[in-house]
Structures are given as structure tokens and as C-alpha cells.
């Protein structure tokens, strides 16, 4: 019972999230045009990484209300992987992995259907811009340094949380430009499954391998590298 109460918490967490995703870029635009500076990079990319700032910190609150849930299964793989997630489960992360793709559709499908039409032409989701397998490996290393990022600014960053989160956010601004000419990117393989269904290509070869398996590769990847990083103490060197 606690898996499926999990699941259902990691659904409509994740359709909020990815609403929420897909507004951050229009709400960018509104802002920025409404002082003139929508031409002015800097000045976007400074408004799109404070919005995603406030968007994570509520987020952070309404996860813990939802029993910890998340909306993002590479993070969620990448954090079970590195034993931050001692109360579950390879089964009950797996299970959640559907219930955060279906939480994907929801979003996707609510923000298209509530968008007006003047600003529709700016949803789009991530789609792979070069060949199969340059954009798996791309999706691939770019979900590395996602959860690499993540897990070494909340776990060893600095403890103040805007703090935490400002500085993840402008990572992921980084890699996002990175990867915009590869795959999107996603980094998240419920966004981009989401997309992916609306626009009925859900079921292809290109949106497992780039979307869901080269990204858990990359979160295995790095979980396995935070480890390395930063070996767990044992008991002996916690005594001491």
C-alpha cells in the first residue's frame, strides 16, 4: 500500500512539475518583453533561472507533503543509487517510474489545453536534432552532469537552501544550453515522455534509448561517481 500511495504522490507531482516546466519558458517571455529586454540573453537567462529557483524551493515543500515524492526518474534512480534513499526499495523506485511517466501526460496535456493560443506556439518538448546515437550518448552524459550536479550541491554544497537551489538551477541552465542542439535536452524521461505521447511517438526505439535508458545510465553513472567522490564513513571512522 505504501508503494502505490508513493506512486500516486510521484503522478501528480510530476504533472505539476512539468506544467510548471513548460510555463517557466512563457513566463520568461512575458517578463522579459514587458521591460523591453526579450532580446537581451543575460537578462532571460537571469529571470528563467530565478523562476526555476522559487519553482524548486515550492517544490522541495510540497514533496515532503506528498511523502517525499519526485518527478524526476533519473534523479530518483541517481539518489537510490547513492543509498540516499535508505527507506526504499529497487521495486518500489521502479514502480514509481510509470506512475511519474503517466504524472508526464497529465502535465503536458493540462498545459496544452489550458495555454491561450498566442502563446501555444511556444510549448514544445525536447526532440532529438541529430543522429540516433550522438543523442543518446548526448542525453546520456548531459543526465550524468544533471544528477552529478544534484547531488553534490544538496548533499556537500553550500546548507543555506536558495543558496543550494540557485546554484543547481544555474547549472541546469548551463546544460540545457549545452544540449540544445543534440536532444533538447530532458534529462528528465517523464518530461520527455510526456512530449513524446502527445505527439505520438511515445512507443518509438528513439524514446527509450535516448530518453530512458542512456539517462539512467547516466544517473547510475553518477551516483557511482559521487561515491568515489565522497566515500561513505564507516562506523570506525565515525568514532574517531
Known amino acids: 500500500?505504501?508503494?502505490?500511495?508513493?506512486?500516486?504522490?510521484?503522478?501528480?507531482?510530476?504533472?505539476?512539475w512539468v506544467f510548471c516546466s513548460a510555463l517557466r519558458g512563457i513566463l520568461t517571455r512575458i517578463i522579459s518583453t514587458s521591460f523591453g529586454l526579450q532580446d537581451f540573453f543575460p537578462v532571460k537567462?537571469?529571470?528563467?533561472?530565478?523562476?526555476?529557483?522559487?519553482?524548486?524551493i515550492t517544490f522541495i515543500f510540497i514533496g515532503k507533503l506528498l511523502g517525499g515524492a519526485s518527478f524526476n526518474p533519473s534523479t530518483s534512480l541517481s539518489s537510490y543509487t547513492a543509498g540516499l534513499k535508505s527507506d526504499s526499495s529497487l521495486i518500489s523506485v521502479?514502480?514509481?517510474?510509470p506512475a511519474q511517466a503517466a504524472g508526464g501526460i497529465a502535465g503536458i496535456k493540462a498545459i496544452l489545453q489550458m495555454m491561450p493560443a498566442e502563446y501555444?506556439?511556444?510549448?514544445?518538448?525536447?526532440?532529438?536534432?541529430?543522429?540516433?546515437?550522438?543523442?543518446?550518448?548526448a542525453e546520456g552524459v548531459l543526465t550524468f552532469l544533471f544528477c552529478l550536479?544534484?547531488?553534490?550541491?544538496?548533499?556537500?554544497?553550500?546548507?543555506?537552501?536558495?543558496?543550494q537551489v540557485w546554484l543547481f538551477s544555474l547549472s541546469t541552465a548551463g546544460l540545457v544550453l549545452a544540449?540544445?542542439?543534440?536532444?533538447?535536452?530532458?534529462m528528465n524521461p517523464a518530461n520527455a515522455f510526456g512530449w513524446a505521447y502527445v505527439n505520438n511517438k511515445h512507443n518509438?526505439?528513439?524514446?527509450?534509448?535516448?530518453?530512458?535508458?542512456c539517462p539512467f545510465?547516466?544517473?547510475?553513472?553518477?551516483?557511482?561517481?559521487?561515491?568515489?567522490?565522497?566515500?561513505?564513513?564507516?562506523?570506525?571512522?565515525?568514532?574517531?
Open 120 to 137: 501555444k506556439g511556444m510549448l514544445k518538448g525536447p526532440f532529438l536534432k541529430v543522429d540516433l546515437h550522438s543523442g543518446a550518448i
Open 217 to 240: 545510465i547516466g544517473a547510475i553513472l553518477a551516483a557511482w561517481f559521487f561515491q568515489f567522490l565522497f566515500p561513505a564513513k564507516t562506523n570506525k571512522q565515525k568514532k574517531a
Open 204 to 213: 518509438t526505439w528513439e524514446m527509450f534509448y535516448v530518453y530512458w535508458i
Open 94 to 97: 521502479a514502480v514509481r517510474f
Open 1 to 16: 500500500m505504501g508503494v502505490i500511495k508513493a506512486a500516486i504522490g510521484d503522478a501528480v507531482f510530476t504533472a505539476m
Open 179 to 186: 544540449g540544445s542542439g543534440y536532444t533538447g535536452p530532458s
Open 149 to 163: 550536479s544534484l547531488l553534490v550541491i544538496m548533499q556537500k554544497g553550500p546548507r543555506n537552501l536558495i543558496l
Open 45 to 56: 537567462l537571469f529571470i528563467s533561472t530565478t523562476l526555476a529557483t522559487i519553482f524548486i
